[in-house]
């Protein structure tokens, strides 16, 4: 079966230091893969998916980067936080074969202060 | 530009009492709608996945719908543990799921 895992799940950080948050994928290949950002009141907010190795879309121009250096590896960057990247990072996968739902981790919490 | 409403924010019920939630939508060329229910600090979990409409989907006390416009997520004599947020999502062609904002649903004993 597949899973999905994303970690750590709380971080607190200071303002303009470094971020990193993986995610990997263990039971599937080629996944298409996907960062969100929820921020209370404002839902899910796509930040970056990648349908394939080395192949990231950003969706929002902002802080923060995404890379994929294995296939069922995706990490979210940041070379400095701001206050306002603080929310609940969740990545999620599918494929674009049936089923199309994609499946979510647990998400990290991010406190910058 | 493709977007889902959710309907209402939040909605508080006694337990028992049945109601629906609603999500509308205007996409080209939908391929699916999904819905998640999303605990308190914890990443969504997938419930439903309609196709076309007039498809419906039941799962204990929670019934889908979907028309060419919205679906709704019908909720019969719900109970505390259904608490939760309900997100409504959608995907047209090859682009990423598009998220609603999602109910807040309060059940009181």
């Known amino acids: 079966s597949q899973t999905i895992h994303q970690w750590p799940a709380t971080l607190v950080q200071p303002v303009g230091s470094p971020l990193s948050l993986e995610c990997t994928v263990e039971g599937t290949s080629n996944p298409n893969l996907y960062w969100y950002r929820q921020a209370a009141g404002r839902g899910l907010q796509l930040l970056f998916y990648?349908?394939?190795?080395?192949?990231i879309s950003s969706e929002v121009p902002q802080n923060l980067s995404a890379s994929r250096p294995q296939d069922r590896q995706f990490i979210l960057s940041s070379k400095k936080l701001l206050l306002s990247d603080s929310g609940f990072y969740l990545c999620?996968?599918?494929?674009?074969?049936?089923?199309?739902?994609?499946?979510f981790g647990q998400g990290t919490r991010l406190t910058v202060v | 530009e493709d977007q889902v409403t959710q309907s209402p924010e939040a909605l508080r019920l006694q337990e028992g009492e049945s109601s629906s939630l609603n999500c509308s939508y205007t996409v080209s060329g939908l391929r699916g709608l999904f819905w998640y229910r999303q605990d308190p600090g914890k990443g969504p979990e997938f419930l439903f996945t309609l196709y076309s409409a007039g498809e419906e989907k039941e799962k204990e006390r929670l019934k889908a719908t979907l028309t060419k416009k919205e679906s709704f997520l019908h909720i019969t004599a719900p109970k505390p543990e259904d608490s939760a947020t309900y997100l409504c999502?959608?995907?047209?062609?090859?682009?990423?799921?598009?998220f609603g904002k999602g109910t807040r649903l309060s059940v009181i004993a």
């Open positions: 990648s349908v394939g190795i080395g192949q």
């Open positions: 999620a996968w599918n494929r674009d074969s049936q089923p199309l739902w994609a499946f």
């Open positions: 999502a959608v995907q047209a062609g090859n682009t990423p799921l598009v």
